[in-house]
């Protein structure tokens, strides 16, 4: 035993990555329908920590996999987040987390009094149930003792893992319906005009008497395919081709406009020809589609942009993404020239900008360093929820002149999830000394009181989320993991729900409440006489 223990304190990136290895399988573990997932591998990390206390990497490598994680979320989903903060349902998550961690604060300040526990190990055991680094290092700041990050390093665990059977229990007690979102498909219909309205209208009056979400890439005219222009104007015997993501929208136009003639269009491709192009050059990317500057003399219609694995109404405002497909019609002669404007490489899919990553990260770490002045409490730092305050409105701009602020979808998960299993790996190497040394001084009444803090914080955060306001139950379940804090509960969340929208809700709450478990960690320290 003492080889194996040498081993994995001499060579610390073997014993990371093993521990990433065993944390995974013990993550696949499945008992009746709950798996830990990636969250399996913090609490092997504090398995292989304790067994060998000097085996952790440093600590800087679980802060860049910490970074990695939060930024790749940021970029991601900041459209939806400053939508959604202005939403009533924003506004209804942030009061509800809000209410989950301030009745948990006021559990671990009761403790003092109640339980004698000293007022920085209180604290430090809401900091862990909360599995927030910065509101520790705001209370180590406060104080001169270290019972804070005693207590933190023991409550840290249950603040991972009763959130996630937290979330587990309910699901299976309330037995939601989850509508998972399929895939949308771009629908075409071939409608022949009879609808005598319709005789002599210019095509820009005809785009708002339709229904909303349709369109017309081309009409078939005298034998020959088209594409409509403002100076178009409809006569008897047009066929016009809708498309739309929405297959009722495209019944009513067929309803509206005349009836269907299956192939009139799409069996003649002498004029145009429809491809799928890659959108992968720097030029296109992050542009929206009304802003693309086609080649001179070319004409082409984009009927369909397919992200990820659903297609997407190509309006004008909507923004290309690297590695989008886009279908268009196009003449067959230009088609060359249109596959070099968007570029169409494959490898798009995969590729990101070092340099926008290099930059919005620095960008997001000096933020963070910039002390808030907060009156009868102090000044406070953000640390990494500046940053990931900062991606997520970079997300939301998506391109700053040449520097291209968003990322392929495919590289987005790898690099987040590579850098969250980083982080559980690292944190669990380098907590599981202090913990098992702490539970074996302290016995079960830190672990205890870290449990009742973390179910608090679940408990009410759930009740606010689930029965007061009434949120969809996967906004609901990101809420908690916003509100609870480690990025494996949001983990496990995701893949509960199925959806994207717990990884909305987490990035709605997440940066307001890291500020806030530091405001009430000051402040507390402040009241408890330190």
Same mark, same amino acid.
């Given at each position: ?189 071939? =409608?022949?005009?009879?609808? #005598?309205?319709?005789?002599? %209208? $210019? ?6 008497? +339709? *229904? /909303? &979400? ?60 429809? =491809?799928?192009?890659?959108? #992968?050059?720097?030029?296109? %990317? $992050? ?6 500057? +086609? *080649? /001179? &003399? ?60 290099? =930059? ?171």
């Amino acid at each position: 035993m003492e080889e194996i223990k040498l081993l994995l304190e001499t060579q610390p990136l073997f014993t990371l990555f093993l521990t990433i290895a065993l944390g995974y399988l013990v993550g696949e573990i499945n008992i009746k329908g709950f798996a830990l997932g990636s969250g399996a591998v913090l609490f092997v990390g504090l398995a292989v920590g304790g067994f060998a206390a000097k085996a952790a990497p440093p600590g800087v490598l679980g802060t860049m996999g910490l970074l990695l994680f939060l930024y790749g979320v940021g970029i991601q989903y900041g459209a939806q987040f400053f939508k959604g903060l202005t939403s009533k349902e924003g506004i209804k998550a942030n009061a509800a987390a809000t209410l989950g961690v301030l009745g948990a604060g006021c559990v671990s300040v009761a403790l003092v009094p109640f339980a004698g526990l000293a007022a920085d190990e209180s604290l430090g055991i809401f900091a862990g149930a909360g599995t927030s680094t910065a509101t520790l290092q705001a209370i180590l700041a406060a104080v001169t003792s270290n019972g804070a990050a005693v207590g933190y390093s023991v409550a840290y665990p249950f603040g991972v893992a009763i959130p996630i059977l937290g979330i587990y229990i309910l699901k299976a007690w309330l037995k939601p319906k989850i509508d998972l979102p399929a895939g949308q498909v771009v629908e075409t219909a071939e =409608i022949a005009l009879l609808n #005598s309205a319709f005789y002599g %209208v $210019g095509f820009p009056e005809l785009i708002p008497r +339709l *229904p /909303a &979400g349709v369109m017309i890439a081309a009409i078939r005219r005298e034998h020959h395919n088209c594409l409509p222009s403002d100076d178009f104007v409809l006569a008897p015997g047009d066929v016009l081709l809708a498309t739309s993501t929405d297959k009722s929208a495209l019944q009513n136009t067929v309803a509206l406009l005349g009836e269907l003639q299956p192939g009139r269009i799409t069996s003649h491709r002498e004029d145009f020809d429809y =491809i799928r192009v890659f959108a #992968s050059k720097p030029s296109v %990317v $992050g542009c929206a589609i009304g802003d693309l500057a +086609l *080649p /001179a &003399g070319i004409e082409c219609s984009i009927i369909q942009v397919r992200r990820g694995d659903s297609d997407l109404h190509p309006s004008p405002d909507l923004i290309l993404e690297v590695g989008d497909r886009v279908g268009l019609l196009v003449p067959r002669d230009k088609i060359k020239n249109i596959r070099a404007f968007f570029g169409d490489s494959i490898k798009g899919t995969a590729d990101l900008s070092y340099i926008s990553i290099g =930059i919005g990260a620095a960008l997001g770490l000096l933020v963070g360093l910039i002390p808030l002045a907060i009156p009868g409490v102090g000044k406070l730092t953000l640390g990494l929820a500046a940053l990931l305050l900062v991606a997520l409105y970079l997300g939301k701009i998506r391109r700053s002149g040449p520097f291209v602020w968003t990322m392929p979808l495919s590289a987005n998960l790898v690099l987040r999830n590579f850098g969250l299993t980083i982080f559980l790996a690292q944190v669990g190497l380098a907590s599981g000394p202090k913990f098992f040394a702490t539970v074996s001084t302290t016995g079960a009444s830190f672990l205890l009181y870290g449990a009742l803090i973390a179910t608090a914080l679940v408990l009410i955060t759930a009740f606010f989320c689930l029965v007061v306001f009434r949120l969809p139950f996967d906004t609901a379940i990101g809420v908690i993991s916003g509100a609870t804090g480690n990025p494996a509960i949001l983990a496990f969340a995701s893949r509960t729900a199925g959806t994207d929208r717990p990884d909305v809700g987490y990035a709605m709450i997440f940066p307001s409440m890291t500020i806030f478990k530091i405001v009430f960690a000051q402040i507390a320290v402040i009241l408890l006489g330190g």
